[in-house]
């Protein structure tokens, strides 16, 4: 018995005759074609998770938008294959409009987010028409109105509010509460409702909140879901606003490790339809759009990294293996602290008896994967697969310490393709222009 267990949140990784698969691949041998670190994508399961998604909105509310986040993963085959699956997108950045535009999601279907949005981007949302700019304070809503005052039209607003809601995940990644730098908090947004009326050049069309990522119970979703539908609720009876839109936010977490609790989208969707209903129905006002933001749950268990180990070694009373991905490849895990399940991609059943720190070959004590993992014995030349890695790992990538961004490869049923070439030293320089 080995002391591996096998239960992915990605149940198309396969263990067969002690050897790692992603479907029908052999991970060693797609390291072995391909080279390391290497990024393995598997598409079916990013459309599998879409689907969930989508599925189970749909079971509930009558028009909503899937507008999946671009900051998780903003490959150019991965937004082309949601987009084709019908998600729009939600984008924080002048660059994320146009990929969202490259990718062919409508205009309409973008939602642009951003705590300090330059007015060039702004300029650029409202040219382009989005669907709604997400405003983050009353001084943004004033530059918005100039901006579409200038172009001549008007633009669809909504306003992100700081519900002061705690998400109860790790601190860098929660931004429900007022200590945060994010939205308006709901005093304010009232205090600014007659205000934002007399603006000409926005239409107020819905509310936004977003309170934190990787949150594994329903109970701040169903917080956040009740105060913003009493909001909304109160901003169109009180101040005869005609909102139709409510922006929940993305959030929803992973189960990264063994143990940790598992939402589905559905749990999500149902809990968040019964507070919102409630609310609309007991107030009288129309059920509104609903807009999610999904990053995370649409693509983290996509994808696998895979690293050599250069040398093992001991040190002090600790082993370590030494692998060739870094904290550039992926930075997770020195950034939070993040837990990734580690495994060899052979010797899966063997014992897994010993004690190894995993760490990067850059010189900063962060750039280390793992402590007291649990593994076989290992010996240099074999490899290890780094889970759940598509979400924030590669669209977190740098070139730090002269480092090339890794080749990625999707799968897809039987065939396998490059999607991203490892970078060259003329790609890391090529911008750049040296003085005389
Ligand atoms: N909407 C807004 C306004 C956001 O700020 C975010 C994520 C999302 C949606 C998507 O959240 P998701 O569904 O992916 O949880 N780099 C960190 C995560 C930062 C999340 C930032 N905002 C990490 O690796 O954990």
Same mark, same amino acid.
């Given at each position: ?26 991970l ?45 993963? *903003? ?45 060039e &981007? ?11 700019? !997400?405003?983050?304070?009353f ?10 005052? !200038? ?18 995940? *790790? ?8 200590? *945060? ?28 909140? *977003?309170?934190?990522?990787?949150i ?7 917080e ?32 990264? /490790? ?57 040190l002090?009373?600790? /082993?370590?293996?030494?692998? @060739?991905?870094?904290m ?26 010993e ?15 793992a ?16 889970? @759940? ?32 070439? $490892? ?8 911008? &750049? $222009?040296?003085?005389?």
């Open positions: 018995m080995s002391h591996f267990c096998n239960k992915f949140s990605n149940l198309n990784i396969k263990v067969k005759a002690g050897k790692l698969f992603l479907r029908s691949f052999s060693e041998e797609l390291a072995e074609k391909f080279g390391t670190p290497l990024y393995v994508v598997d598409a079916e399961r990013i459309e599998e998770r879409y689907i969930e998604v989508y599925k189970a909105l749909s079971k509930y509310f009558a028009e909503f938008n899937v507008a999946y986040s671009y900051k998780a993963n *903003h490959s150019l085959s991965v937004v082309k294959l949601l987009t084709n699956l019908g998600a729009g997108a939600t984008i924080v950045s002048s660059l994320g409009l146009e990929l969202a535009l490259v990718s062919g999601v409508s205009p309409s279907k973008i939602v642009f987010d951003g705590p300090s949005k330059s007015s &981007e702004l300029t650029q949302a409202i040219n382009t028409g989005v669907g709604i700019i !997400n405003a983050e304070s001084e943004e809503l004033l530059l918005i109105n100039s901006i579409a005052q !200038n172009l001549n039209c008007v633009a669809n607003v909504g306003v992100r509010v700081n519900l002061n809601i705690r998400a109860n995940t *790790h601190k860098k990644i929660s931004t429900g509460l007022l200590s *945060h730098k994010f939205g308006v908090s709901s005093n304010d947004l009232i205090r600014f409702l007659p205000k934002i009326k007399k603006l000409k050049n926005v239409s107020l069309i819905g509310l936004h909140s *977003h309170i934190g990522s990787q594994l119970s329903l109970e701040p979703f169903a956040q879901a009740k105060i913003l539908a009493k909001l909304y609720s109160r901003v169109i009876k009180e101040f005869k606003v005609p909102l139709s839109t409510v922006d929940l936010g993305g959030g929803l977490g992973i189960s990264y /490790k063994v143990g940790d609790s598992n939402i589905s989208y559905e749990d999500y969707a149902s809990v968040v339809f019964s507070e919102i209903k409630s609310i609309v129905s007991k107030e009288g006002v129309n059920f509104p759009k609903i807009i999610v933001e999904p990053g995370r749950y649409i693509v983290a268990d996509s994808s696998i990294l895979l690293t050599k180990i250069n040398y093992v070694k001991k002090g009373n600790k /082993k370590w293996l030494l692998v @060739d991905a870094g550039n490849d992926f930075i997770r895990v020195a950034l939070y602290d993040a837990y990734h399940e580690i495994l060899p991609t052979r010797k899966l059943n063997r014992k897994f008896l004690k190894y720190n995993v760490g990067g070959p850059i010189c900063e004590s962060s750039d280390v994967f402590l007291n993992r649990k593994l076989p014995v290992m010996k240099s030349g074999e490899l290890l697969a780094i889970l @759940d890695v598509g979400a924030y790992g590669l669209s977190m990538a740098s070139n730090y310490n002269v480092r090339p961004i890794p080749r990625v490869i999707m799968v897809w049923k039987d065939k396998v393709k490059i999607v991203r070439e $490892k970078e060259s030293l003329d790609d890391i320089i090529k911008k &750049e $222009k040296v003085p005389d």
